[in-house]
């Protein structure tokens, strides 16, 4: 089945430095991908939504200059999180979609702590 | 908009009892319905999914869900719980027109006791 991995699983980072995560679809190719952010025993937060070779279009109230997001191949996304914040540390789940709208598959997530 | 209710933050079940947990949602046409399950500190789990079709949908680990679309609901359903059916469920939706975002479900937690 469609496997997306993420890299790295946790990372903790000091206050004002950067961050960045990687996702990977490592069986299929990645028309889209999902970036989702989840605080302790809260839902998923849509974060950002990106297509290969162009901007990633962000939802409402997200910071894109803080949460960079590059989508350079059709298996690998990368979010990095600039001039970090305790306030950022969270969970950060992306996933990646085939093109057909019933498939979405997500990645195991990256914990982020902000020291 | 699309919006999904999970009214429910937490259910608790006796193990052997049958187990649900509810899901309504509001989107413009036809919805494609997900259920998905997450363990502690890890990523979403796939159960199962509704996109057309017979309302009943069976899925994973023997989980299946109902599709009304007259009350807008996708309520989760298994006939007998286990311990390890102990988790935190998502129900999502993603409209079948226009872009591909998928809006997810406050979340509800399931305790199955033994």
């Known amino acids: 089945g469609a496997v997306v991995s993420q890299h790295p699983s946790r990372v903790i980072c000091k206050s004002g430095t950067s961050v960045k995560i990687e996702c990977r679809s490592l069986d299929f190719q990645a028309t889209t991908m999902f970036w989702y952010r989840q605080f302790p025993k809260q839902s998923l937060m849509l974060m950002a939504t990106?297509?290969?070779?162009?901007?990633?279009?962000?939802e409402q109230g997200v910071e894109k200059d803080k949460f960079l997001i590059n989508h350079a191949s059709l298996t690998l996304s990368t979010l990095t999180v600039t001039s970090a914040h305790p306030e950022d540390s969270s969970f950060y789940i992306c996933s990646a979609g085939t093109g057909r709208r019933d498939e979405q598959y997500f990645g195991p997530g990256t914990r982020l702590t902000v020291t | 908009a699309q919006s999904v209710a999970q009214p429910e933050d937490q259910v608790n079940v006796a193990e052997g009892n049958p187990l649900t947990v509810k899901c309504t949602y509001s989107v413009s046409g036809n919805p494609y319905l997900f259920w998905y399950v997450q363990y502690p500190n890890r990523g979403l789990q796939f159960l199962l999914k509704y996109i057309t079709g017979d309302n009943l949908v069976k899925g994973s680990y023997g989980f299946e869900a109902e599709f009304n679309k007259s009350q807008t609901s996708f309520h989760l359903k298994k006939p007998s719980a286990l311990v390890s059916d102990s988790a935190l469920y998502f129900c999502?939706?993603?409209?079948?027109?226009?872009?591909?975002?998928?809006?997810f479900g406050a979340g509800t937690r399931l305790f199955v006791k033994a």
């Open positions: 990106s297509n290969e070779g162009s901007k990633a279009t962000y």
């Open positions: 999502a939706v993603r409209a079948n027109t226009g872009g591909f975002k998928t809006i």
